[in-house]
C-alpha cells in the first residue's frame, strides 16, 4: 500500500486516528479529516510529518465536495464516523436524540462517501465502520443500533452498484476510544472488565485491534460487500 493515499475522515482519535498511524507504519500516505482543527494539529503531532490534516465537517454536507476538491485525488476512503445519540430504553428515548443519531451516523457517512467519489480512484476502495449495536440484541441500544445498522446496509448495495469500487464494512464491538469518555473512569472500567470477562479473547478491543482489520481490508484487493465483525467475541456471549 505504500504508494497508496487514504482519506481517513474522523482520524483525530479513537479508531481513525489508529487507523492513520498503522496505514502510515506500512509507508500509505495518509490524510486524516476531523471538524475541530486543534484535535487534528494534536493528532498530526502524535502521528508524525508524514500525516496531511485537512478540516472536514462531515454534517456540513454541501461544503463537502469543494473540501474533497481541496484534497485531490485518492485512492481509498475510510469513514470513522461515530455518534452516542439514540442510546436510551426504547419506552423512552427521545426521537430527537435518536433522529441526532442518524444525522451524525447515517446521513454523514452516505453524504461523504457521495461527495467523495468523483474524487475515489475507482479501482481503489471505501470502508464504513459500523458497530456491533447493529447485531446485539442489548436493551437500551435501539436507536443507536438501528443507526449502524443502516450503515451497514449500505455496504452490500455499493458494492454491486459502484463496481469495480470495493466497499467494505468493518463492526467493531466494545472498544476502548473516547466515544466512553462520557462515563466516569471508575464505572467505565468496571463496564470494560466485565464485557472482557465475557468475550472469548478476554478483554475489550483497543482501537489497533480495528485499524488492522481496516488496513486488511484496504489491502486484499478480492474482499468487496463485506461487513467484518472485530468484536473478540462478543456476539458469541450469553
Known sequence: MSSQHIIIVGGSSGIGLATARHLLASGSQVTITGRNETRLIEARRQLGPNAQIALMDASAAD??????ARIGKFDHLVLALGSSR?????????????KLGFEEKVYAHFATAQAALPFLNPTGSIIFVSGLAAQAAIPGTAGIGAANAAVAALVPILAVELK?????GVSPGVIDTPWWDAVPEEQKQVMFKEFGAKNPVGRVG????????????????????HMVTCDGGQRLSP
Open 86 to 98: 439514540g442510546v436510551g430504553h426504547f419506552s423512552n428515548v427521545s426521537l430527537a436524540d435518536v
Open 63 to 68: 461544503a463537502l465536495p469543494a473540501q474533497f
Open 164 to 168: 469495480p469500487l470495493r466497499v467494505n
Open 206 to 225: 483497543r482501537p489497533e485491534d480495528v485499524a488492522q482489520a481496516i488496513a486488511f481490508l484496504i489491502s486484499n484487493t478480492f474482499m468487496t460487500g
